[in-house]
């Protein structure tokens, strides 16, 4: 039976950024032990003409030239995000139709935190398997929010990362899907209710009942089912909240810093939510080779994680580079962004 493969990837981050530096110096923190304690040293920061549609728009563009198909070639769109621009007007068809995908597409947004990018993968992935279509396209993006003061706004980035799957016997055939799963349990770690501007979480409780043992789990059962040990992994994603949650799950299972270091993004450009998981992988599937095995472990508050086992078909393929100049904001200007809801 075929399997489904990553024919195209692409991703867009905005270019202006916030150093941790300058927040803390805002709230009268200390700036290095606030770097320190999170590992992310500055993050990105939408601009106005940037949305989750717009950075989706973006990454999707990317993806279907890397891919070296026709957009109409593409029927199935599955838009994960936590801040869709509306609240009834669906960012999957919008996105559909601004990248000329065949109209009679399956098209569906997507939310669950910060996995939901993932979760449109494992969608895609079903459909290809099972013949319904030649090629589907999964979208994790994010401007993620936070109520200023709060520990969040160290973090909370904006992003988009999209990713076309085709057949393993495609001729643009990249990266084959071996294996998924999913771990999902009631946890109530974060949260924003219908009309609050801001989400709220549970301070140290995201940790452990939350990100800890969701990703524990899942890591636990893909390496089980698929009969792999940890240091046959070429190459390793784990959601990036912040960074020291992954490099401790690191730690417990044995994945070296060599096996993390290609998808390991958070510490300049922070967590972009739906997109953060993709965007690591993304950043893995330009460097790896051949033969090159990938874990890639999401997870989104809730709680669930989705975990999916890799490999690399071809050498990989490096995307054009960003033209623009990075721009960093002072905090006043920072607070200037536009009020999209995370």
């Known amino acids: 039976m075929s399997q489904s493969a990553i024919v195209g990837f692409g991703m867009y981050l905005p270019a202006r950024r916030i150093r941790s530096e300058e927040i803390a110096r805002h709230w009268q923190q200390e700036p290095k032990s606030i770097a320190q304690g999170l590992g992310v040293h500055e993050k990105t920061v939408p601009d106005s003409g940037e949305d989750s549609f717009t950075m989706a728009c973006e990454a999707g563009k990317q993806a279907i030239e890397t891919a070296g198909i026709k957009p109409c070639q593409i029927s199935a769109l599955f838009v994960g995000s936590e801040s869709h621009p509306y609240a009834v007007k669906p960012t999957s068809a919008m996105v559909a139709s601004a990248l000329s995908l065949d109209p009679f597409s399956h098209c569906a947004d997507l ?66 899907i071996d294996a998924t799963l999913s771990f999902t349990t009631d946890t109530p770690d974060f949260w924003r209710a219908e009309g609050d501007m801001y989400p709220q979480h549970a301070g140290r409780f995201t940790g452990e009942p939350g990100y800890f043992r969701h990703v524990r789990e899942t890591v636990k059962a893909m390496l089980h089912s698929a009969k792999v040990k940890s240091q046959d992994v070429s190459h390793v994603v784990l959601h990036m909240p912040n960074a020291k949650f992954p490099l401790k799950i690191a730690k417990e299972f044995g994945f070296t810093r060599a096996q993390m270091e290609h998808g390991f993004i958070v510490e300049h450009i922070g967590n972009t939510y739906s997109a953060c998981s993709l965007i690591g992988l993304v950043s893995v599937l330009q460097k790896a080779k051949k033969g090159d095995t990938i874990l890639l472990v999401s997870y989104g508050s809730g709680a669930g994680s989705d975990a999916f086992l890799l490999t690399m078909l071809r050498d990989g393929v490096p995307l054009p580079e960003d033209p623009r100049s990075l721009e960093y904001l002072s905090y006043a200007d920072y607070m200037k962004r536009p009020a999209i809801h995370a």
């Open 111 to 176: 939310e669950f935190a910060c996995k939901a990018g993932t979760a449109g993968l494992q969608i895609i992935d079903a459909f290809v398997r099972s013949k319904q279509i030649a090629y589907g396209m999964a979208i994790g993006t994010d401007t993620a929010q936070s109520a200023p003061g709060d520990a969040l706004e160290y973090t909370a980035a904006a992003g988009a990362a999209a990713i076309i799957l085709g057949t393993d016997k495609a001729k643009s055939a990249l990266c084959r």
